[in-house]
């Protein structure tokens, strides 16, 4: 396929799929999104990592509050997006879950004051949000292509796991070389442990 056709392809499933994730009612998805920070909690993958890059979470995403305040109280170093650029980011400390305050398209943030870079190759765990994924672990993510980016060319070492809604997982995503994918996937029913296939 090529570059053009593959583009429109991702953003013909991106806005179905991201109009399906807002009319998960909010009860359902505070309740999946428990679910999932449950199951990735017990992992030995989780229980093992000292830095862990999140995210902090748009009201249509996975709510992982709960998960990024577990994971400070369980003595972790917690990092979240810092937007530099087009299609560029850098993980910044988070202290706590207070300091958080809006910032570019709508996303809350660490404020310029107390914002303190980590370095990429410190990321033992990063839970990647998305649009879509297959079983397989490929992903659909927003189309600013922050992710493939950041995890593809900085923070090669960091694992990668996705939390996702049951109703995101779809047969097919399409991938250009460059995309980036899961290594395990955590929905609110299953947990997949992807094959590479790339
Ligand atoms: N919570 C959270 N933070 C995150 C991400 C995420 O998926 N979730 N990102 C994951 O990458 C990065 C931000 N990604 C973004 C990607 C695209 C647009 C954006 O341009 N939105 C436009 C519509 C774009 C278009 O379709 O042309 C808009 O909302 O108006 C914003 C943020 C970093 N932080
Ligand atoms: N590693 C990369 N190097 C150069 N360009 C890239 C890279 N990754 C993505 N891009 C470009 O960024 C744009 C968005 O890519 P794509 O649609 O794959 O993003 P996405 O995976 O949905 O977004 P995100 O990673 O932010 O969640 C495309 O034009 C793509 O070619």
Not at 18 to 41: D, Q, W
């Amino acid at each position: 396929m090529n570059e053009e056709l593959l583009l429109a392809a991702k953003r013909r499933l991106r806005t179905e799929m991201t109009r399906r994730r807002r009319t998960i009612p909010e009860a359902e998805r505070e309740a999946a999104s428990r679910a999932m920070c449950g199951t990735l909690c017990a992992l030995p993958r989780y229980q093992a990592a000292r830095t862990v890059f999140a995210y902090a979470s748009m009201p249509e995403e996975v709510q992982l509050d709960g998960l990024l305040a577990r994971a400070l109280a369980d003595g972790k170093r917690v990092a979240i997006p810092w937007i530099t650029g087009r299609g560029t980011m850098e993980a910044v400390e988070l202290p706590s879950l207070a300091v958080l305050e809006r910032g570019a398209y709508g996303i809350r943030n660490v404020p310029d004051h107390l914002r303190r870079a980590v370095a990429p190759e410190e990321i033992d765990l990063a839970i990647v949000p998305g649009a879509a994924f297959t079983a397989e672990g490929a992903r659909l993510g927003l189309g600013g292509g922050y992710y493939d980016r950041y995890l593809g060319e900085r923070a090669r070492g960091a694992y990668r796991i996705a939390l996702a809604f049951d109703a995101l997982l779809t047969a097919e995503v399409p991938m250009a070389a460059h995309d980036i994918d899961v290594a395990e996937i955590i929905t609110e029913s299953r947990h997949l442990v992807c094959r590479k296939k790339r």
